[in-house]
């Protein structure tokens, strides 16, 4: 179906999410995000490097959330739905395509060989396309419009995880192995016996290569592990943790 413009293949494992986006202000918010519109989320310490962001590109639709929002009404008036929509409807989908640091595709072919995926395979309106190059891994936000039969059937469309699977086979065959991608490793629950010896292996093998301490994928992966309950390797290590007011408290209770 699409065809690569890469001779050599690079494998790296490739990355489809989808989410369903739900309530009447949820469309507006995901384009505030995606456009970079919402000032609580740029700042030093978090995931947007701001000093980056004048490289993401708008690859389908308008580049603010104002005009995203009105395409999104005109596309819903037009089509005259054939029955009222339900406040907990699905009114939009969201599927992000992302690339590992490093890697040596074409950005621009290859999510652009998403979008032309996601409109044969979904076959509704695409609302939007914005490729976001200010964070770790450069990725792809498409939007959209679930409109199925004048009906919006985001559920539908998403459907269980046997039809994820199937969406992920699909796209793999039609887009990922073209690019050298491989195929999505399948999630295993292992023992708990067996991930105890694994990480027995990982921390001898680290003790005794400290140069892959300095490989940053190595290091965020650390990172990700140890952030679940960092204290007590804190206290182990001697780093006394900061003390928390009240308002963090607040801050960072879920």
């Known amino acids: 179906m699409l065809n690569s413009p890469h001779s050599n293949q690079v ?19 995901v384009c505030k995000h995606n456009f970079r519109e919402i000032p609580a989320e740029i700042r030093e310490r978090g995931k947007i490097d701001p000093t980056k962001t004048y490289l993401n590109e708008v690859l389908v639709g308008c580049s603010n959330s104002k005009d995203a929002k009105k395409n999104y009404q005109q596309v819903i008036e ?8 339900r406040k907990d409807a699905v009114h939009g989908i969201e599927i992000i395509f992302c690339l590992p640091m490093r890697h040596k595709l074409n950005e621009v072919a ?28 450069p990725h792809c936000h498409i939007i959209l419009i679930p409109l199925v039969n004048s009906r919006l059937q985001g559920s539908a ?24 991608l491989t195929k999505p490793r399948p999630t295993v629950r292992y023992p708990s016996e067996f991930r105890f010896n694994l990480a027995i292996q ?15 994928a190595v290091q965020k992966e650390l990172v990700q592990l140890v952030s679940s309950d960092p204290i ?5 290590v001697g780093i006394e943790p900061p003390r928390l007011d009240f308002k963090d408290r607040k801050t960072y209770a879920l």
Request: charged share 25%; with cysteine; aromatic share 12%.
């Open 232 to 236: 007590d390797l804190a206290e182990i």
């Open 157 to 180: 469309l998403c459907g269980n995880r046997s039809k994820w699977r199937a969406m992920q086979e699909h796209f793999f065959e039609n887009v990922g192995i073209h690019f050298g």
């Open 110 to 137: 290859f999510f652009e060989s998403c979008i032309a995926w996601c409109r044969e395979y979904f076959r509704v309106p695409i609302l939007s396309a914005v490729v976001h190059r200010d964070e770790d891994h």
């Open 202 to 216: 990982i921390v001898d093998y680290i003790t005794m290569n400290e140069d892959c301490l300095r490989d940053v």
């Open 78 to 85: 037009l089509a005259q739905l054939k029955n009222k929509v």
């Open 11 to 29: 494998f790296i494992p490739q990355v489809l999410r989808i989410k369903k986006l739900k309530g009447s202000t949820i469309i507006k918010s």
